[in-house]
């Protein structure tokens, strides 16, 4: 699966993005997909996850309530709608996909190459 993460910029606390993620290569309704994001010098994180038929979805606590996810498996996009963002959210955001619904980040077989979400404050 080839993943092309879009969507990031620069924002201001409490301003809203979307980030979208376009498959290709292999069937996207086989994988549930997730979103990771990592900041300078941190460890590549967790964000959120949506199964394969959008029946099970799962947050990182640190953005439950401010983010949603959702996918349209016609056009093998995932997106991560994201509101009420923090300077705490500034990170290059991933998408990825997995065989199964998982928060493990070793778990994912293919990942987008990122976007970058700046918020100031």
């Known amino acids: 699966v080839q993943l092309q993460a879009s969507g990031g910029g620069l924002v201001q606390a409490g301003g809203s993005l979307r980030l979208s993620c376009a498959a290709s290569g292999r069937t996207f309704s086989d994988y549930a997909m997730g979103w990771f994001r990592q900041a300078p010098g941190k460890e590549r994180e967790f964000v959120a996850v949506?199964?394969?038929?959008?029946?099970?979805?799962y947050f990182a606590d640190s953005v439950k309530g401010r983010f949603t996810i959702s996918r349209d498996n016609a056009k093998n996009t995932v997106y991560l709608q994201m509101i009420s963002l923090k300077p705490e959210d500034t990170a290059v955001y991933h998408c990825a996909a997995a065989p199964y619904t998982t928060r493990e980040r070793s778990s994912y077989d293919y990942w987008g190459q990122g976007t970058l979400v700046t918020v100031s404050s």
């Open positions: 949506i199964s394969s038929y959008g029946g099970a979805i």
